[in-house]
T-cell receptor, first 116, second 111 residues
């Protein structure tokens, strides 16, 4: 079974709709992240959480919100979807940085979201 | 303001030859650099990393070089194999654990 799972894998929705993307992990990591990938822009951080009670904005948080329901679950919501939020969304997890694997993040398979 | 830049969107290399992927950064506070590899329909996977106190790290066919004075790092793949065809992202971290990613370079290794 995959360590980091994302649901749904694909979603098509309409402008103005509320969408939730879910992420679950079995790695036991405290740190979780949401990114979006756009062609030519790489991966950009939307929100991150270093533990259940900690939520932080990333570089592109406008139009998004998150919920950390448990150590293993981190959800991303688009309150009112717009077409320029069409992108590939990735969830990632990491442990406390230490040693050779410092700062390594483990990514889920991604959710392809299309907003019409 | 792009703190981590990969200026080559794509690279094509013959099987068996060397692939060199480049990455530039602007923030001198970055203390760790990583390379990730991404296949279509999959999430990025960690490939290799280097601390800012080192100038080289090697893992099998993959070597990362860091030139701090030039704020430049590169990933060398020798010999390149068709299975190496993927998008490669470089990433950097300042203290705190967040990663900042470059735009990615799509590597194509031709048989």
């Amino acid at each position: 079974d995959a360590d980091v799972t994302q649901t749904p894998r694909n979603r098509i929705t309409k402008t103005g709709k509320r969408i939730m993307l879910e992420c679950s992990q079995t790695k036991g990591h405290d740190r979780m992240y949401w990114y979006r990938q756009d062609p030519g822009l790489g991966l950009r951080l939307i929100y991150y959480s270093f533990d259940v009670k900690d939520i932080n904005k990333g570089e592109i948080s406008d139009g998004y919100s998150v919920s950390r329901q448990a150590q293993a679950k981190f959800s991303l919501s688009l309150e009112s979807a717009i077409p320029n939020q069409t992108a590939l969304y990735f969830c990632a997890t990491s442990d406390l940085p230490s040693g050779q694997g410092a700062f390594e993040q483990f990514f889920g398979p991604g959710t392809r979201l299309t907003v019409l | 303001d792009q703190q981590v830049k990969q200026n080559s969107p794509s690279l094509s290399v013959q099987e068996g030859r060397i692939s060199i992927l480049n990455c530039d950064y602007t923030n001198s506070m970055f203390d760790y650099f990583l390379w990730y590899k991404k296949y279509p329909a999959e999430g990025p996977t960690f490939l290799i990393s280097i601390s800012s106190i080192k100038d080289k790290n090697e893992d099998g066919r993959f070597t990362v070089f860091l030139n701090k004075s030039a704020k430049h790092l590169s990933l060398h793949i020798v010999p390149s194999q068709p299975g190496d065809s993927a998008v490669y992202f470089c990433a950097a971290s300042a203290k705190g654990g967040k990663l900042i990613f470059g735009q990615g370079t799509e590597l194509s290794v031709k048989p």
